[in-house]
């Protein structure tokens, strides 16, 4: 009996977690609609969605278009409901975002902040989301929490940030970040961030391997809707594998790093946008930088899709502005690939504004969802 009592709760939490998240991802939608597109009876729909309102995470919006019967009442996520903020620290900026419940973008602001070790730095980020959460409308009561990205080895079994080279930190307590915000905080690595933000909300449920190649550059693997962590929470750290024996020197203190010849760096000291633009116009340093970067990238590129045959997602600062120009990695990387013959595995970013951040937001909506 017991057996049966609990099998039956979990099917009405996968419903209504079910029900939920279908309302979230649709927008406006009616009980026929959720009925029909998750396969429910109208009155166990109706039920669900009784329950969902009851609990202030689904309001009425008045009612449908007709379709020649009575009309249906209208749900949508009440306003309510709550919000997800993300926050992004990098060496030299952070960047902060506010995320509904659907995945859509409320505001974003990066922010210039040097890091630097001790309770100054993180009491002045913490007064900078204060005030970047008042400037989107969030109270307090209303933000679910933080999601914190790191660029560095996240260990969520020890629960610190593990090493972070270009940030100088080891062995950091996720505590002794998280005591410094009122909110609940939840990490990630940089590279994770970015990637959960291209699978969560994508519709293609395929695996693949994105490429964050901004000042640092990182790599995840994202599978069956979830990020691969590996055993030591270093899975996708391909910025530190060498693709030329004893080449230039990397911050990690050793040599020849794809990060050394593919970072964002490698293009400009400057906004990578602009130098996307004098590409586009042809300038010769920017011509020749490109074909540099491009061949070491390629060697990459072929190397990941070699070893886990998926997609590429290329990320990042400059992953986000390749745009038009994705075709030529693609060229240079059919001509080493033994067996593919146009290069279409490897596409560019969906979301191309602090995606790291936006994971992170994510990360916090989806933590929300599952106790839904």
């Known amino acids: 009996m017991d057996k049966k009592k609990n099998t039956n709760m979990e099917v009405k939490k996968k419903n209504r977690n079910d029900v939920f998240r279908y309302i979230c991802r649709n927008g406006m939608v009616s009980n026929p609609d959720i009925a029909y597109a998750l396969k429910l009876s109208l009155p166990t729909a109706t039920q669900i969605t009784k329950e969902l309102i009851k609990r202030g995470l689904v309001e009425e919006m008045g009612e449908m278009e007709s379709t020649g019967g009575r009309r249906a009442k209208a749900l949508a996520v009440s306003g309510n409901a709550g919000k997800a903020a993300g926050l992004d620290i990098t060496k030299n900026h952070i960047s902060l975002i506010l995320t509904e419940l659907s995945g859509k973008i409320l505001k974003y602001e990066r922010i210039f902040l040097p890091y630097a070790a001790g309770d100054s730095y993180y009491l002045e980020v913490n007064q900078k989301i204060d005030k970047f959460l ?58 994770n961030a970015g990637a959960y933000a291209e699978g969560t909300l994508s519709e293609n449920r395929m695996p693949f391997f994105y490429l964050s ?45 794809l990060d050394a010849y593919c970072s964002a760096k490698c293009l400009t000291d400057e906004r990578v946008e602009d130098f996307f633009e004098r590409l586009k116009n042809s300038e010769q340093e920017a011509v020749s930088l490109w074909e540099q970067y491009t061949s070491y990238l390629a060697v990459a590129v072929n190397n990941i899709h070699m070893v ?3 997609d590429i997602v290329l990320g990042g600062y400059a992953g986000s502005c ?45 933590l929300f969802m599952e106790q839904v």
Do not use: W
Not at 137 to 147: D, H
Not at 224 to 245: D, I, P
Not at 331 to 346: A, H
């Open 134 to 191: 008042e400037a989107g409308g969030c109270s307090r009561v209303n933000l679910l929490g933080i999601g914190i990205s790191f660029p560095g080895i996240i260990d969520l079994d020890q629960e610190l940030v593990a090493d972070s080279h270009v940030l100088g930190i080891s062995g950091l307590p996720f505590s002794e970040v998280s005591r410094f915000f009122s909110y609940p905080c939840h990490f990630l690595n940089d590279a």
């Open 213 to 257: 190649l901004s000042n640092t550059v990182g790599g995840a693997v994202y599978s069956n809707g979830r990020l691969e962590q590996g055993r030591n929470f270093r899975c996708g750290e391909v910025g530190h594998m060498t693709v030329v024996l004893d080449g230039k020197a990397c911050y990690c203190g050793k040599y020849g790093c």
């Open 308 to 310: 886990l045959d998926c």
């Open 322 to 366: 390749m745009g038009e120009f994705v075709q030529d990695i693609r060229d240079k990387v059919i001509e080493r690939n033994t067996f593919e013959e146009d290069g279409s595995f490897i596409r560019t970013c969906s979301h191309k504004t602090g995606a790291a951040a936006f994971g992170a937001s994510l990360k916090v909506i989806e």
